[in-house]
């Protein structure tokens, strides 16, 4: 943290962060984590739930990727994080090809237990499944994962990322991982505060989240920067 005092204009950019007091101005350090949902599986198109299925990316997805990244902008990044499942590890590697990478296994997909490659509507007479869809999200699928257990170990992913990030001096990071965590995740930390639902995301896209060590340490929240990729002009 860097400390000015007295008045005067003071330049800024994407990596500073200025804060105000009686006592002086202080610039802290930010840093970008953008947080991508992969791309389409074959299971995906059929309505499926795939948790720890581990199906690779289709022929649509891929396509989908490449349009995306012909037509739009990823942000420019240090390190690529990615959930171990194919379809993240995949996605990451036709956004930022070549790009360095490191597996987090705390940021894969929930355990949909028994309802895990089946679809809404052969589950639809299914009281188990019927019961789950009726309560709150941090419940648990049958032999599965509950909500509360996913966004357990998103935190986890997001502080152990972050340690990273300030201790390497990484400003921007890309994390290449699922929907439902990327949800949980957003409702539960995200500034501003959003209901599950509304942070849903489409295939190859998600949301620039920027941290500085303040907010986390004394909040343990992160503001939501926009939308990505952006629309080349």
């Not at 790009?99 to 987090?104: A, G, L």
Request: glycine residues 8%; charged residues 25%; hydrophobic residues 40%.
């Amino acid at each position: 943290i860097r400390k000015i005092f007295g008045k005067g204009t003071v330049s800024k950019n994407s990596d500073i962060c200025e804060i105000k007091s009686k006592r002086g101005v202080y610039f802290m350090l930010t840093y970008k984590i953008h947080i991508l949902r992969h791309g389409l599986t074959q299971a995906n198109l059929e309505g499926r739930y795939i948790g720890r299925s581990d199906p690779p990316l289709c022929e649509q997805g891929r396509a989908q990727l490449r349009e995306l990244a012909a037509g739009c902008e990823y942000p420019s990044v240090q390190r690529v994080y990615t959930s171990p499942l194919l379809r993240a590890r995949q996605t990451a590697e036709m956004i930022y090809p070549g790009q360095e990478q490191e597996t987090v296994d705390k940021l894969r997909e929930l355990d949909f237990g028994d309802f895990e490659g089946r679809t809404a509507a052969e589950l639809e007479h299914d009281q188990a499944f019927r019961a789950w869809i009726a309560a709150p999200p941090s419940a648990r699928t049958p032999n599965g994962e509950s909500g509360a257990d996913l966004l357990g170990r998103a935190v986890e992913a997001a502080a152990y990322i972050f340690a990273q990030m300030m201790e390497q001096r990484m400003t921007d990071a890309a994390v290449v991982t699922h929907g439902t965590l990327i949800m949980n995740l957003l409702a539960a930390m995200g500034l501003p505060q959003r209901s599950l639902l509304r942070w849903n995301t489409q295939p190859g896209a998600g949301y620039t989240l920027l941290l500085t060590p303040q907010m986390w340490m004394r909040d343990h929240k992160f503001e939501v920067y926009g939308q990505i990729p952006l629309r080349r002009v």
